[in-house]
């Protein structure tokens, strides 16, 4: 037998060790660890990697360190000064004061969700939402769930499973976590029929691939790329007049979902909801991207489509919990009242540069150590809106030799900050920077900078 095996400590000498004694969690989870870290052992004796044990103490000091940084794993506040509004790797929209108010009033007690009070019976919980999301974008009918990858299986699923559905090439994306069109089709039920090229796809395209089985066409907007050079692409319009032409549903999933018309803020020429709503049966979008909710995938269209989408099974598998129509609801009251500076994302997309610019000088006014140098930048939505094209901005420059070090540490700061690195050039851009977050940005500005010189 190898000697080394002998050096193992016992669990019970590992667990009396005051490092763990100490800790505040359940014995049994402070035994299933030292016991993992004790079988990690005795696998890297048998791999050769480890010709010695380390002892009760030090398996113990490991052990306690491995239990704080799972305890301490969830999520983080992040200050977001990348010049991204709609950051998907940050949790994209940050919610309005009134939907996070909503949200914890609806996570601290008991709600009528699925009761009717009125009738004294079982209700839905679409009953909450779907009225009012159908009057906020003035849509025959809504149904909302737990995210637009979620809308659009449903929507294949309802409409055209066991049938062909027309897509063009240019349109076969995919966005993050892998989540490809085809695959998204082929779970869905529903037949991929593809049309065109790559770069062209023409109506002529799509009315050649029209067959007895065909069950939907669908226009997906290309989120976070785009084809440019000889290319060309069917407008919605002309595909709906073709598919109302033979009698098939339009589908557009628009992605993030523009409200409205963004070139008075330098984002011109998107898909808006109120423009795909009038040219196609059934539309779909994120509810945490543009319009600065939760996460939440909104479904609007003609009413007999919707209705067949809410009795379809696997409308229970997707729905949308209590938290996330009670933060959706209320967002929705504010934009229906056209209180776009109260929702964070849209106040931000739409806020003259000259607020941007003035958050930038106070930021750099506060970096009296720093050649901190206020500048223009372009920032951009993000979360897979208008993905050519950027706004004005203004950020803080700081050049500093060891930058990409810089940063590590303020990522791993409380709070953490996410910034821009070009060259050796920091670039603390503030167009998704809340004005009562300057000072402790800069103070931890400082902090990162000291570290590394």
Request: hydrophobic content about 45%; charged content about 25%.
């Amino acid at each position: 037998m190898n000697n080394a095996y002998r050096t193992i400590p016992k669990v019970d000498a590992v667990l009396g060790e005051p490092v763990l004694a100490d800790l505040p969690y359940s014995p049994e989870l402070i035994k299933r660890a030292v016991q993992k870290a004790i079988e990690k052992i005795r696998e890297s004796i048998a791999a050769g990697s480890l010709t010695e044990s380390p002892n009760a103490s030090r398996v113990a000091a490991a052990v306690a360190e491995d239990i704080a940084s799972l305890m301490e794993s969830g999520l983080r506040q992040v200050i977001n000064a990348a010049g991204v509004v709609v950051h998907t790797n940050l949790g994209r929209a940050p919610l309005a004061e009134e939907a996070t108010n909503a949200l914890v009033r609806a996570a601290r007690s008991y709600s009528d969700l699925e009761y009717d009070l009125a009738q004294g019976k079982r209700g839905s919980r679409q009953d909450h939402i779907r009225p009012l999301t159908r009057a906020c974008f003035g849509a025959e009918d809504a149904l909302v769930v737990n995210n637009n990858a979620a809308a659009v299986v449903l929507v294949l699923n309802t409409i055209a499973k066991g049938k062909e559905v027309i897509v063009s090439r240019g349109e076969l994306v995919e966005i993050g976590g892998s989540f490809r069109v085809p695959e998204v089709m082929d779970m869905s039920g529903a037949v991929m029929k593809e049309v065109g090229a790559t770069n062209k796809t023409r109506i002529t395209d799509y009315r050649r691939a029209i067959s007895d089985n065909t069950g939907l066409i669908i226009k997906v907007h290309r989120s976070n790329f785009s084809i440019v050079g000889f290319t060309e692409e069917v407008e919605i319009r002309e595909l709906s007049a073709l598919a109302r032409e033979f009698g098939i549903p339009l589908y557009i999933d628009m992605g993030s979902g523009v409200p409205f018309d963004l070139a008075a803020a330098g984002i011109p020429d998107e898909w808006t909801i109120p423009f795909c709503l009038e040219h196609a049966d059934v539309i779909s979008f994120s509810g945490d991207k543009v319009i600065g909710g939760p996460q939440a995938g909104i479904i609007l269209g003609k009413s007999d489509l919707i209705g067949r989408m809410a009795k379809n099974p696997l409308h229970r598998a997707f729905r949308i919990d209590k938290l996330a129509i009670a933060a959706l609801g209320e967002t929705l009251r504010l934009f229906s009242q056209e209180k776009y500076d109260e929702i964070p994302v849209l106040r931000m997309i739409l806020e003259a540069p000259e607020d941007v610019q003035a958050r930038a000088q106070e930021l750099a006014a506060l970096l009296t150590k720093r050649k901190a140098e206020v500048i223009a930048t372009h920032a951009v939505i993000g979360g897979g809106s208008a993905p050519t094209k950027s706004f004005p901005s203004y950020g803080v420059l700081i050049i500093h030799k060891k930058a990409t070090a810089v940063h590590a540490r303020l990522r791993r700061g409380t709070p953490a900050v996410m910034a821009r690195i070009e060259d050796n050039r920091l670039v603390f851009d503030m167009k998704a920077v809340d004005s009562k977050l300057i000072p402790v940005l800069a103070e931890k500005i400082d902090e990162a900078i000291e570290e590394c010189e």
